[in-house]
């Protein structure tokens, strides 16, 4: 397992270079251009000059290289001198570093700043969504057309058709509007003080909705893919062989049939583990949370190529290693997968 793993991400930077390039050739060729944004009375040569402060007018390849190199080495290494607080060599010029068109900083310390407030969001309803359908889709694949799977799917499906900003609108006109209990919006610049009962309080009163609406949404869909699985493994010949041998039923179903039927859902999991980071566009939308959602959505408005270049690439990068992870995971839910 080990050595699968390390071979994984080894073969991983390849991938990653070539997703690179392809992310870099679509944005680099996408119509829209920062100088575009200028008052049309700007005269044409300040307008060039312009373009070639930001490196536009430089051959694709060598625009490339340069981002991959920042990206790979020189990041990682800022990232490394920050946390110990120290240089590698001759510390790292800023100029080197990818730098946002719009706020002219870099790009990363830009995402940095923004992704605590998509992880609160999007990890607490990633995970409030998994702990409330796993349980709920085996229970209704065992009781399968019973008043409890019957309600369980309809629900789903209610869950599932529902789009989450019309679900934010409504539970932001009940208990905002009318009710008053939640505010409305997510206030980014609360820093949550875990010393004090009260900034903790303020920060759970803030994630209810978004977290409520997310969780419903995860769950509707996870419990559908959860109830197909089970269903599928308790009409396998195993199960059967285990029950005529005498097992309890509540270990034929944890033991057996639950353990094999995670191996999908652990697929469909990790997918939307990468998602975490990327932002809900809709849901941060909705209740105005400063997350990696709306800056993407910004970014793309405002034409700044290494600001969505950079957050696509940590997207892309987030895929690959949730991916691994439940390659990983595979081989201890089911015995007969063996990588070695």
């Known amino acids: 397992m080990l050595r699968y793993t390390i071979r994984r991400f080894v073969f991983a930077v390849p991938m990653l270079l070539m997703i690179s390039l392809i992310i870099f050739t679509i944005l680099a060729f996408a119509p829209g251009d920062p100088a575009g944004a200028l008052p049309l009375t700007i005269p044409a040569e300040v307008r060039e000059a312009y373009r070639e402060s930001l490196g536009l007018n430089d051959g694709f390849w060598g625009r ?16 490394i001198e920050s946390i110990g607080n120290f240089c590698i060599g001759d510390c790292i010029d800023p100029g080197e570093r990818i730098i946002s068109f719009s706020s002219r900083s870099p790009a990363v310390d830009t995402i940095y700043e923004r992704l605590p407030q998509t992880v609160w969001v999007l990890g607490l309803g990633l995970l409030f969504g998994i702990m409330i359908a796993i349980p709920i889709g085996i229970y209704s694949a065992y009781k399968q057309y019973s008043a409890f799977d ?6 789903s499906v209610v869950g599932w058709s529902m789009p989450v900003y019309w679900t934010g609108l409504i539970l932001i ?18 820093d949550v003080q875990f010393t004090s009962w009260s900034s903790i309080w303020i920060q759970i009163k803030q994630l209810i909705m978004p977290v409520t609406v997310l969780s419903l949404f995860n769950a509707a869909a996870f419990s559908r893919f959860t109830r197909a699985s089970v269903l599928d493994n308790l009409n396998q010949d195993y199960v059967r062989t285990a029950r005529s041998k005498g097992l309890r039923e509540f270990l034929v179903i944890n033991r057996h049939v639950v353990r094999n039927s995670m191996i999908p859902v652990v697929t ?5 583990s990468a998602g975490i980071f990327s932002g809900a566009i809709l849901t941060e939308t909705v ?14 408005g405002q034409a700044d190529t ?28 089911d015995p007969r997968i063996r990588y070695d």
Not at 307 to 319: G, N
Request: positive net charge; proline residues 3%; charged residues 10%.
């Open 150 to 155: 019957n309600v369980g799917s309809f629900v």
């Open 287 to 300: 209740f105005r949370i400063n997350g990696t959602g709306s800056l993407l959505i910004t970014a793309l």
């Open 268 to 272: 469909l999991i990790a997918l939307s």
């Open 306 to 333: 290494p600001m969505l270049q950079t957050l696509t690439f940590f997207i892309a990068v987030m895929t690959v290693f949730f991916n691994i992870i439940a390659d990983i995971l595979y081989g201890l839910l």
């Open 173 to 190: 006109f009940i208990f905002s509007v009318n009710l008053k209990w939640f505010p409305s919006f997510y206030d980014t610049t609360h």
């Open 64 to 79: 490339w290289i340069k981002w991959v190199r920042a990206m790979f080495w020189y990041e990682p290494q800022h990232a």
